[in-house]
């Protein structure tokens, strides 16, 4: 087995060579930001993701993650300034975003979800810590997925006010259940990796001390496939998704979130945006949760 490696301060491409295919491991080195998927970021990904799909020596794709968490998701402290949506002052004579450019915004995020779940190459998630939002979609997307079974996983963004609302709940609802994907949509609560296995979310949970040698393991038997049985097999799954109605999701996903930043908030209602304005981003996000203690959360 060979490995070669390339990084920027922010990602670690990693491919190894085994007898019959390379297995390439993108790891999301933002520990201090547990890995929150901010525009810069998600686009070295995707810029990654191309190398990958034009290497015909890569059979599978592992996403992992350095620090305490797979991902926490898209960057709470960017929501709504990514649309250019004023500046977080209580004063702000900006115009608020326009239908077009919230549009665009979100039909970028949904088509690099997209990508991963139509891509050539086999992949694999490989989940740790808090999987949360954008992480989650990210691993909903992928062929495979292994947590530990201590990982966090679950839907916190909804608590911003989304309700249900998200750019994969198609795929999630075929994963675990009308029922099941409802309610953790709709509570934003977090279940460990072993509770995610049960319903379906993940494939396998295991000991944290035994993720990355059994997410390896996994992935070096993928490349046991010949390169042009992945290559049909993907296509037969793409038609069976079609079919099914799935690739829709990407559709109504990012329709769906543009719909959102709309919202208007009724008098006593939390709002977000506001709080963070006011107290910080950290804390807006403690004030958030804080209102579900004791009705969902311990």
Excluded at 14 to 23: L, Q, R, S
Excluded at 144 to 151: C, K, N
Excluded at 202 to 210: E, L, Q, R, S
Aim: with cysteine.
């Amino acid at each position: 087995m060979s490995s070669e490696i390339t990084s920027s301060e922010t990602l670690i491409y990693e491919k190894k060579e085994y007898e019959e295919g390379a297995v390439v491991t993108l790891t999301f080195n933002k520990p201090e930001t547990m890995n929150a998927l901010n525009i810069e970021f998600s686009r070295e990904i995707d810029d990654a993701l191309t190398k990958i799909e034009q290497d015909d020596d890569v059979k599978a794709v592992v996403f992992k993650a350095n620090g305490k968490a797979f991902s926490s998701g898209y960057d709470l402290g960017r929501v709504y300034f990514v649309y250019g949506g004023g500046g977080g002052k209580k004063v702000d004579d900006k115009r608020r975003p326009s239908q077009r450019a919230r549009l665009a915004y979100d039909q970028w995020r949904s088509e690099s979800l997209r990508r991963i779940f139509l891509m050539n190459k086999i992949t694999i998630a490989q989940v740790h810590g808090y999987c949360i939002g954008g992480g989650l979609y990210m691993s909903l997307c992928c062929d495979m997925t292994i947590a530990a079974e201590d990982a966090k996983i679950g839907h916190a963004e909804q608590r911003l006010g989304f309700s249900g609302a998200m750019y994969v709940f198609p795929i999630e609802m075929m994963l675990i259940g009308q029922k099941k994907a409802r309610e953790l949509l709709l509570t934003g609560k977090l279940i460990d990796g072993k509770e995610a296995e049960r319903i379906g979310l993940v494939n396998h949970a295991v000991p944290a001390d035994k993720l990355e040698e059994e997410t390896q393991k996994l992935a070096k038997s993928m490349t046991l496939l010949p390169r042009d049985g992945i290559a049909i097999g993907k296509s037969c799954a793409r038609l069976a998704y079609d079919s099914m109605g799935l690739s829709t999701a990407f559709g109504q996903g990012y329709l769906g979130h543009t719909l959102f930043t709309n919202l208007r908030y009724e008098e006593g209602e939390f709002n977000f945006l506001r709080r963070r304005r006011d107290v910080g981003m950290r804390e807006a996000v403690k004030e958030r949760d804080a209102r579900y203690k004791g009705l969902i959360d311990d």
